[in-house]
C-alpha cells in the first residue's frame, strides 16, 4: 500500500517536549515505521517550519517526511494555522494529483480537512488525537483554539471513510458528533517496548522516595495538583520533566512549589532527551500524571512499559490504560492523589505488583507492530469498500 500521513503541526522529526511538540509527533513517527514494516510505502507530510529544512527527509527504510510549504517557514502555534491551511491543501493537493497514494490518513482536525478537501477520490481515514468539544468543556474561556474548529470536527466525522478512536470515551465523543458508529474503529497508541522496558538504565536519584511527572507544561497536564499533593508528602521528592525551564508554566511550578514551602523538593528539570526517558522512568518510584482530560496518554503506558507503578487521573484514555494495573484518581483533587501515591510508595509488595501488572499490559496490548496491523486492517476495509465495525478495545 501507498500510505500518506497528514501532519500539519506535528513533525515526526521534531524534538518532542515544546507546546505544540508531543503525543502525536512520536504517534505519527512509530505508526509510519511500523506500517512501512509490515511492506507498505509511507510518506508523512508536515507543514514546513524551518527555512533551511530539505524538503524531503528519510526517516526509516520507505518512510519519507515531505515538507509542505504553508505560510512563514518558521515555527507558528498551531491555533494560529488556519490562515494558512488553504495553501497546505493546494500543495497536498498537487503533490497527490502526480502521485496518488491509496490511503490517505489525517492527524489531528486541521489534517483531516486539508485531507478531505485534497483528496478527489482518495480513501480518507481520521484520527483527532483531541477533539474540540472536550478541550472546550475543559478549558472553557482558556481554549484557543480557532472558533469553526468543532463544526469543522463534525463535517470531518461524517466526511471521512473512518475515524479512528483511540479509546473508548473517545468513541463516546464522536457518537455524540454525530459520526456513524460504523465507521468508528478503536485503535489505541502504542509504545516502543524495546526502548521502554523494565530492564535497563536507571537514571541517578536520591535515597527518599522519588514521584516523576513527565510531559509538556501547559496548565490542562495538572502539574500543579501533584505539587499540591506532595505537600502531604513529606519524605517525597517530585521530578517535573518537559518544556524548557524558562517557560512560563516552568517558572509558575517554581513559585507555586516555593510558596507551598516545599521548593527544594520540587525540582523542575526541563525536556529530557528522549533516549534518556526510559531510564528516567525507571529510576521513578511513581509516576504520576492528572491532567484535566487526556485523549490517550501516551506517557503512563511508557511508564507501564518500563515497570513502574502508575497514577493516572480517571479521564479519557486512561480509563483503558491504566485502570486494573495502576491507580485512577479524580482530576484536580490533590489529596485523593496523595493518598494514592501514599498507597503505592508506602507499599514496596504493591508497587512491584503494579509495576509487573502494568508491563504485562503494555507487552500484550500496545507494541507498536500490534498497532499497524490493527491500523493496517481499518485501511484494508476501507479500500475494499466495507464500513468499518466497531473493534475491540484493544484486540
Known sequence: MKIDLISEHADPLAVVGGVDSGGQNVYVAKL????AARGHTVVVHTRRCHPTRPAAVRLAPRVTVSYVPAGPAAPVSKDELPPYMPEFTERLADR??????????GHFWMSGQAALQAAEGIPV?????????????????????PAHRIETERE???LADAVVATCGDEVEELRAMGVPERRIAVVPCGVDLDMFRPDGPVAPRTDGPMVLSLGRLVPRKGVDTVIAALRQLPDAELVIAGGRIDDEEAVRMRELAAGYGIGDRVHVIGSVPREHVPALMRAADALVTVPWYEP???????????GVPVVASAVGGHLDTVAGCGLLVPPRRPRALARALRDILDNPDRRRALGAAGARRARERYGWPRIAEQTEAVYTQVIDGRLCRLAALGG
Open 32 to 35: 509510519a515505521i511500523a506500517l
Open 96 to 105: 497527490w494529483a502526480r502521485r496518488r497514494p491509496d490511503i490517505v490518513h
Open 125 to 145: 481515514v481520521q484520527t483527532f488525537h483531541a477533539l474540540g468539544t472536550v478541550k472546550r468543556r475543559w478549558q472553557g474561556n482558556a481554549d484557543t483554539s
Open 156 to 158: 470531518i466525522g461524517r
Open 296 to 306: 490517550f496518554g501516551m506517557v503512563p503506558v511508557e511508564a507501564m512499559a518500563c
